[in-house]
């Protein structure tokens, strides 16, 4: 069935698609009785839709829907070849100041202090 529907979708674009029908598939790459198999079909359908989209991510997104899980997105993102979109809260910040980290000085390098000798 997958499979007929990605052929549909590369023979007659998106027009052949509804949203609440990709949400169904992305459900189902989604839920947990999804075997290899499935998966792969899955997939190949949400690739098949994203081309027709001529490779339009925001469109694609808002055809998939909002609760996707993020393994699944970065599933998708991944079998799609883009870079996945990283959560603010998880970028790394960008120092642009001199780091303020201190190294500990190697004991060896550290010549000992002798003191002067007592003038007369």
């Known amino acids: 069935c997958l499979e007929e529907m990605s052929r549909m979708v590369e023979m007659y674009n998106t027009a052949v698609v509804t949203a609440p029908v990709v949400h169904s598939v992305v459900a189902y790459l989604d839920s947990r009785d999804c075997d290899i ?6 997939l190949d359908v949400l690739v ?29 993102e991944e079998k799609l070849g883009v870079a996945p979109a990283v959560p603010a809260a998880v970028a790394t910040p960008v120092h642009t100041g001199p780091s303020v980290a201190r190294t500990p000085a190697v004991k060896s390098a550290v010549k000992a202090h002798t003191p002067a000798a007592a003038t007369p």
Not at 37 to 42: D, K, L, P, Q, V
């Open 37 to 42: 198999t499935a998966r792969n079909a899955c």
């Open 48 to 76: 098949q839709v994203y081309g027709a989209l001529h490779n339009d991510l925001p469109k694609f997104k808002k055809m998939i829907g909002n609760d996707v899980s993020e393994r699944t997105m970065a599933m998708i």
